[in-house]
């Protein structure tokens, strides 16, 4: 939709259609994130992606790009896998020690 839209110099798939980079951040902050998106930050973004399950890559021409295994340009079908997990390991693996410690106390 980014190119239908004019939006291909800020943010476009890589040719694969297995990934996607975001080429100009403050544009994409200013014209397409208030489209599509509640956030009004671009690092509140990133962490959605992060949330959601996204790797920013880092190798050669895919460096800064984003990918999902269910995120991909020619199977906008796969997009129903994609679902919300938490971003922070350490931040999930605090919530079930909390958790299993209030089983206990609770026995």
């Not at 890589?14 to 690092?43: I, N, T, W």
């Not at 931040?91 to 206990?104: L, R, T, W």
Request: proline share 1%.
């Amino acid at each position: 939709e980014a190119e239908s839209n004019g939006f291909e110099d800020i943010i476009s798939w890589e040719q694969d259609g297995m990934a996607f980079k975001v080429h100009d951040c403050r544009l994409f902050v200013e014209k397409v994130m208030p489209l599509y998106f509640d956030q009004s930050r671009y690092e509140s973004f990133r962490r959605q992606l992060r949330k959601y399950g996204f790797s920013r890559l880092h190798k050669d021409r895919y460096r800064g790009a984003y990918h999902h295994k269910h995120f991909q340009r020619t199977n906008k079908d796969l997009c129903k896998h994609i679902t919300r997990g938490i971003a922070n390991k350490k931040a999930a693996s605090k919530k079930a020690e909390v958790v299993k410690s209030s089983e206990q106390a609770a026995v």
